[in-house]
């Protein structure tokens, strides 16, 4: 049997690789999504929340507003309604977020919005599914350190690597893939989806650096200058897939920012590796999923590896066997916006046991790795999604 896939050895899995015939050009990827936005500004009821919905309970909030979990009175069923602050977002920014998120809802991988979409008084609102196992950063460990089992992880590879692609067939750049974007419909990572398009633009969109550089953020934002600004591409997407791999395989970030001394440790040892140093914990991971990492994290983005290469390599060994001894990683190594919301135990699943890998301990902390709190300021942000039992 497949050991990825052991409930169905036999049969492909429903986000296996595509290949599109053709990609359509940045202005047609454009003009499609302003027609869906002008579309739905023209059909953007008012609405008053009780009359329609019954809300249980709050599910995450943010600077942009919240996420809660509501019951279509009529129809009965249950789904996540993201409201966003009007007073912090623009009509067209919204509108951009949902129609991205609606053109997208036909991948298995990619979270669904349902078509519903309307206005309050003080939010704009639109309904998206839940997704029962909260969020991939919910599954890391960094009071010890460690990051998740390897199956979990290249369960994830395959899924998010396959809706990458799927968006870039469409002409779209994600531009936020991060942990915490990646939700959970069980907690060993069989079904995982992306979400948060509040970033996504069409493939050559003039992009600006943003306020806030995250580990995530690939070299060519960290330095582009205040007024600077260059066309968004597929390969920012990769460099974020390779940083999130890094993360959940280790639980340590490779560096604060992509412009930090410690990504210059590893841009000079990219160039040169066998005469330069490994990287801290760069050790860990087999030759096949260095090679793997370096093409997604090569500083060049036109060199870059497409999110695909990931597909090519979940049959090799990703991590090195353990290794004795091996020190606990410092509290601070990995952290989250999260960390100032806790989901009580009765609003999504709690693994029995811990996820980590016990074949994976992670080597002496370098507490200079340490990350600063993952709380992107620039943008809405959404927090976890939960129920209180699988389907």
């Not at 990458?164 to 942990?179: I, S």
Request: aromatic share 8%; glycine share 6%; net charge negative.
């Amino acid at each position: 049997p497949c050991e990825l896939c052991p409930e169905r050895p036999t049969e492909p899995e429903p986000w296996g690789r595509l290949v599109p015939m053709a990609l359509p050009t940045p202005w047609e990827a454009e003009q499609q999504l302003e027609e869906m936005m002008e579309l739905t500004a023209q059909n953007l009821p008012w609405l008053e929340v009780t009359q329609s919905y019954t809300i249980l309970r709050e599910l995450g909030s943010g600077s942009y507003g919240h996420v809660l979990l509501a019951v279509h009175q009529r129809q009965g069923s249950p789904m996540a309604l993201k409201f966003i602050e009007k007073r912090d977002t623009e009509l067209r920014d919204f509108l951009s977020e949902y129609c991205i998120a609606l053109s997208l809802a036909a991948h298995p991988c990619i979270a669904s919005a349902l078509g519903i979409a309307f206005q309050t008084r003080h939010h704009y609102v639109f309904a998206q599914e839940l997704a029962p196992a909260r969020d991939l950063f919910s599954l890391l460990q960094p009071q010890v350190g460690l990051g998740i089992a390897e199956l979990q992880v290249k369960r994830c590879a395959l899924q998010l690597a396959s809706a990458l692609e799927f968006m870039g067939a469409k002409g779209l750049v994600h531009r936020d893939v991060k942990p915490e974007n990646v939700l959970l419909l069980d907690p060993e990572c069989r079904r995982v989806k992306l979400t948060d398009f509040g970033l996504s633009c069409p493939r050559g969109t003039a992009i600006e650096a943003l306020p806030e550089n995250l580990p995530y953020t690939a070299p060519e934002l960290c330095h582009l200058g205040p007024s600077a600004r260059l066309p968004a591409q597929p390969s920012l997407d990769a460099w974020a897939l390779g940083v999130l791999l890094f993360c959940v395989l280790t639980g340590f970030f490779p560096w604060h920012t992509a412009a930090d001394r410690h990504y210059r440790d590893f841009e000079r040892w990219h160039r040169s590796p066998r005469i330069r140093p490994r990287p801290p914990h760069w050790g860990r991971f087999t030759y096949e999923a260095r090679e793997m990492l370096r093409g997604l994290l090569h500083p060049d983005p036109i060199q870059r590896s497409p999110a695909s290469i990931a597909m090519a390599h979940v049959k090799c060994p990703w991590l090195e066997p353990k290794e004795p001894g091996a020190a606990r990683a410092d509290r601070t190594l990995l952290r989250s916006s999260h960390s100032s919301f806790t989901i009580p135990e009765q609003w999504g699943y709690l693994p029995d046991t811990a996820p980590h890998d016990p074949q994976s301990p992670r080597s002496d902390p370098c507490p200079i790795l340490a990350p600063q709190l993952l709380d992107s300021s620039h943008r809405p942000q959404a927090d976890v999604i939960g129920l209180t039992q699988l389907p």
